[in-house]
């Protein structure tokens, strides 16, 4: 479309309804054709061991009977309470199988938050991967969840029985039935049961792995985590449905990522803008410039903003592009994703996912201008069901023609998407609009600089209407002053756009997927303005 003409109609994308009438019916079912094809082929290897795709078929059947024996029924929600291992792969496609709802609980979530889930899910019994995960474990023991040694599965740990909780219906159309019930708040609010279908997570999977050309030969590292969805779909049933080889990891870090991208050459590293940040806070601290992975083809992020700087220093750092992609819990997640055969220097997270269509509108409701930025919304086969017991919300986030509401701001160039931000976080400032993303991004490329945060504060009698706050995690033994960031604002930003305030913290709250915890922020600067 010509510069400046309207978005008058949703940008569409190739067809892929051949894909969709070959997709499997429920997730279970993808490793059936590399069970006979290549049942002696590595499937899933950690630190413990390494099980075959006929060893991980025969640990689902033991997984199944196991769950059959403690009560479980088509439609319980059963809690799993877990960081990646093989017995948490086992469960979960066993649980496909017997028709039961897994509700996916990092183990590294707080007791609070670990309590919130377990009240609104009501499951019918929790299961803690105990000896892999000592956070897991630690929940097992506040829930006085009993031990159980289940071959081949280890030591798994198992809560009473809920003999109150009442099971949902069971959807005729296998499809479209709920094959995962994950929790999220992104970094506001109240959380949230997004309910994905077999058919979400298969096609997200499958498109995917497509796009990065996945096959048997593929061995990826699996240390996103898979109670979230892109560790789920893109990582873990991505790889399942490719027949590649996938090396868990439970948590990250920089020493075992090197050691296992060097000793089982990788070819796959899927990560979160933060890990990366550690790995080159770890190269500098060991005084090395570069590495090399022959056997390393493709380095991607998603889960949180990239930011230019960061996506440069990681590429001079391995040779490699640094793959970008967009996606929301409730899509799947994929929205957008990079193509392997684009090398791009900017940090647009990539062309409209193959398969959904994509609007961008204003906030009353009309076309934005094309280039403009305006809220995405989007309609495909990646859009969940909905939000478990919570008609209301569901119905605000989808409209009556199938439109998810992402709540985030982007803009098209091309065929290319930006985000741009956060609805809820734009900054009107002396009248003209203020993406936080952008300061972010200025801030992040300064030398001494980890991440920010930018965030607006409404101040009574402000003649500019907000003030624009930012949090600065500092390297660490900085010595950069607030002063200083502030002569860097000048440098670099219009007067509109420079923070009133700089908050220096040692470290900036990050949720499990590397996103910056802006509502723990809010609450910080809501009752008095900082003094910087």
Known sequence: MPIGMTIKEPVRNVDVSPLLANLPERLGDVIAPWVESSPDRTVLVETSGSWTYRELSSA?????????????????????????????????????????????????????????????SNPRRIIYTSAVSPHASAHAKRHHATAQDVVPLGTISVGALNEDTVAEPVDTNVADRVAALIYTSGTTGTAKGVMLTHRNLLFVAAVSAQIRALSPRDRMYGVLPMSHAVGLSVVLLGALFSGATLYLAPRFDPVAALATLEKDGLTVM?????????????????????????????????GAPLDATLKASIEEFFGLCLFNGY????????????????????????????????????ADGQAVAEGDVGELWVRGPNVMRGYYRAPAETAAAIDGEGWFNT???????????????????????????????????????????????????????????????????????SP??????????????????RPSHFILLRELPLTPTGKVMKDELARMIAGSVPTH
């Open 60 to 120: 689902v059947s033991a997984a199944k009977d196991r769950l059959i024996q403690l009560g479980v029924r088509p439609g319980d929600r059963v809690m799993l309470v877990f960081e990646n291992c093989r017995a948490f792969v086992a469960i979960f496609l066993a649980l496909e199988e017997i028709d039961a709802w897994p509700v996916l609980v990092n183990a590294r979530l707080s007791a609070s938050e670990v309590s919130q889930i377990r009240e609104h």
């Open 270 to 302: 899927l990560g979160v803008p933060a890990m990366f940040a550690l790995l080159l806070e770890y190269a500098k601290a060991k005084g090395f410039q570069s590495v090399k992975f022959p056997s390393l083809r493709i380095i991607s992020s998603s």
């Open 327 to 362: 996606g929301v819990t409730e899509c799947s997640p994929n929205i957008a994703q990079a193509r392997i055969e684009e090398h791009r220097r900017d940090t647009s997270v990539g062309r409209i996912f193959p398969g959904i269509e994509v609007k961008l509108n204003r």
């Open 480 to 497: 950069v002053t607030a002063a200083q960031l502030s002569d860097y604002a000048a440098e670099h930003l219009v007067p509109y756009k």
């Open 407 to 477: 709540r985030d701001l982007a803009r098209l160039e091309g065929e290319h998407l930006f985000i741009v931000g956060r609805t809820k976080d734009l900054i009107v400032r002396f009248g003209f609009n203020v993406y936080p993303a952008e300061l972010e991004t200025v801030f992040n490329s300064h030398p001494e600089v980890v991440r920010s945060a930018v965030l607006g504060r409404s101040v009574k009698g402000t003649e500019g209407g907000e003030e624009i706050v930012v949090f600065v995690q500092p390297l660490p033994g």
